[in-house]
């Protein structure tokens, strides 16, 4: 089982849109927590980057949420656009070694 | 600035074939990673140099990888002999400083992909 795991699988929305994507870890001991999208074809980029202390973090119309406790995090996009049509990944690191772990990916498509 | 940038972007090749993939880090990137990603699967680590030392191989499935850092700067793997379930992208990342830090940013190239027929 991976120890990170992301809902839903995919997802189909409209452009203008708002959607939210989850992550869940067991990564352990925790030390940070990063979204990528990944469009086809390309490599994945880097949206945000959140540590134990931090609780939100936006990068322009991306937002991303963790709450340690619960070991969740959750990735919300406002006013979707068609080119936010990409693999959203969730990666945890470990702080005890030098260990990321991917989650699968949430593909999402955005649909004029 | 160029980023990450590795060749073949595709590869197909017979069972038993040799493979060898290129990464070109970004310049004055220290760390370099390799990752694959099987079909349906999530992405995993592979093996991270510092500069030309192996710092962790732990990911490396089989003696047939082989990865090498010359000089420190561009990285090969080679897979020899290929077999089928060798088949996925083979991500290559650099960073300037520890990936593990929350400023430590990652930057991937766009992948190559491997078919093993």
């Known amino acids: 089982k991976n120890q990170v795991e992301q809902s839903p699988q995919s997802l189909i929305i409209l452009e203008g849109k708002n959607c939210t994507l989850q992550?869940?870890?067991?990564?352990?001991?925790?030390?940070?927590l990063r979204w990528y999208k990944q469009d086809t074809g390309r490599g994945p980029v880097s949206l945000t980057i959140?540590?134990?202390?931090?609780n939100t973090k936006s990068n322009g119309r991306y937002t991303a949420t963790l709450d340690a406790d619960t070991k969740q995090s959750s990735l919300h996009i406002t006013a979707s656009q068609l080119s936010d049509s990409a693999s959203y990944i969730c990666v945890v690191s470990a702080g005890n070694n030098n260990d990321m772990r991917f989650g699968a990916g949430t593909r999402l498509t955005v649909k004029p | 600035e160029a980023g990450v940038t590795q060749f073949p972007s595709h590869s197909v090749i017979e069972k038993g074939q040799t493979v060898t993939l290129r990464c070109d880090p970004i310049s004055g990137h220290d760390n370099l990673y390799w990752y694959r990603r099987v079909m349906g699967k999530e992405i995993k680590f592979l093996l991270h140099f510092v500069k030309e030392s192996k710092q962790d191989e732990s990911g490396m499935p089989n003696n047939r990888f082989l990865a090498e850092r010359t000089g420190g700067t561009y990285s090969t793997l080679k897979v020899q002999p290929a077999e089928l379930e060798d088949s996925g992208v083979y991500f290559c990342?650099?960073?300037?400083?520890?990936?593990?830090?929350?400023?430590?940013?990652?930057?991937f190239g766009e992948g190559s992909r491997l078919t093993v027929l």
């Open positions: 992550c869940n870890y067991t990564v352990s001991p925790f030390s940070n």
């Open positions: 990342a650099s960073s300037q400083g520890n990936r593990l830090a929350a400023e430590g940013e990652l930057f």
């Open positions: 959140m540590t134990f202390s931090e």
